[in-house]
């Protein structure tokens, strides 16, 4: 069974930083589009960040372009969301995912159990 454990998540100042983990297989990390989505409160889910499966192309909603970094750790199969410079609106709860192929519609096979950010103004 694939397993993808978030964490990181937290309760923030707005204008601050938070590290976002997501650890999974080495057989899904290693072969796996990895992608980050975010729901907030009575909203639609919406994409955040994606990595290809050999982390060398990077894709970002606008809405975090510059401010979010997200990477590979290979020698932790994990995949990181650097988030800086956090505003009120990136509150959310915070979901990794894993595919195949890397799309921004949400469509991934696999989903971690999420981990909740709150921004505070």
């Known amino acids: 069974q694939v397993q993808l454990v978030e964490s990181g998540g937290g309760s923030v100042q707005a204008g601050d930083s938070l590290r976002l983990s997501c650890e999974t297989s080495?057989?899904?990390?290693?072969?796996?589009?990895m992608g980050w989505f975010r729901q907030a409160p009575e909203k639609e889910r919406e994409f955040v960040a994606a990595?290809?499966?050999?982390?060398?192309?990077?894709y970002y909603a606008d809405s975090v372009k510059g401010r979010f970094t997200i990477s590979k750790d290979n020698a932790k199969n994990t995949v990181t969301l650097q988030m800086n410079s956090l505003k009120s609106e990136d509150t959310a709860v915070y979901y990794c995912?894993?595919?195949?192929?890397?799309?921004?519609?949400?469509?991934?096979?696999?989903w971690g159990q999420g981990t909740q950010v709150t921004v505070s103004s």
């Open positions: 990595i290809n499966w050999s982390g060398g192309r990077t």
């Open positions: 995912a894993a595919d195949e192929y890397y799309n921004e519609s949400g469509e991934y096979d696999y």
């Open positions: 080495g057989r899904i990390f290693s072969n796996y589009a």
